[in-house]
């Protein structure tokens, strides 16, 4: 609870001002280039954030400045032009933290923002420009503003069946 001016205020109450200058410039580095090996290195390396082999992040991504080693992203996931992800919120009266973890083999929709705690499961498809808000189901397709679920795991499964059967 705050109990001065707004939470955002007293930010260098809460992480050293030095490690937001650090990853600031890591973070900056990372969004504008191309090479995603060099990208997932230093996120590993100089944010201390796990991240899965073979997960490409796309340019513009906007990870949290403050709380980047609370982010875990699996393996073969692909994160979205321009996607925001928040372990933190700074409101008026408090400040909240969160871990946000992303499964393997999820997608990500260009221009997502997912905000802190929360647990996006494996297989997961996220469409662009959804606010995740809540934990997403493993192999749930999700989207909207508010999140909500398009199509459950085993009726995104159905509708493959579907497809595959048109196409014989």
């Known amino acids: 609870m705050v109990t001065e001016a707004n939470s ?3 930010v260098y109450k809460t992480v050293p001002f030095w490690k937001v200058v650090k990853n600031f410039t890591v973070i900056q580095l990372a969004r504008y280039t191309p090479f995603l090996p060099l990208k997932n290195w230093l996120y590993r390396t100089f944010l201390h954030m796990e991240v ?5 992040f796309a340019l513009m991504v906007m990870l949290d400045i403050m709380f980047p080693e609370k982010i875990k992203v699996g393996s073969n996931t692909i994160i979205g ?8 919120e700074y409101l008026i009266k408090e400040y909240r933290l969160g871990e946000v973890i ?8 260009a221009n997502s923002t997912i905000l802190p705690g929360v647990v996006i499961g494996d297989g997961a498809i996220v469409s ?3 606010l995740v808000h809540k934990d997403v189901p493993p192999g749930a397709f999700v989207g909207g503003n508010p ?4 199509y459950t ?14 196409k014989e």
């Not at 899965?52 to 490409?56: A, C, I, L």
């Not at 999140?147 to 398009?150: A, G, H, K, S, T």
Request: glycine share 8%; proline share 0%.
């Open 8 to 10: 955002l205020w007293q």
């Open 102 to 109: 992303i499964g393997n083999d999820v997608m990500i929709g």
């Open 147 to 150: 999140m909500r679920i398009i």
């Open 153 to 166: 795991k085993e009726e995104m499964e159905a509708r493959e069946q579907e497809d595959h059967h048109d």
């Open 128 to 130: 662009a420009g959804t």
């Open 52 to 56: 899965g082999k073979n997960t490409s």
């Open 81 to 88: 032009y321009n996607t925001t992800i928040l372990a933190h």
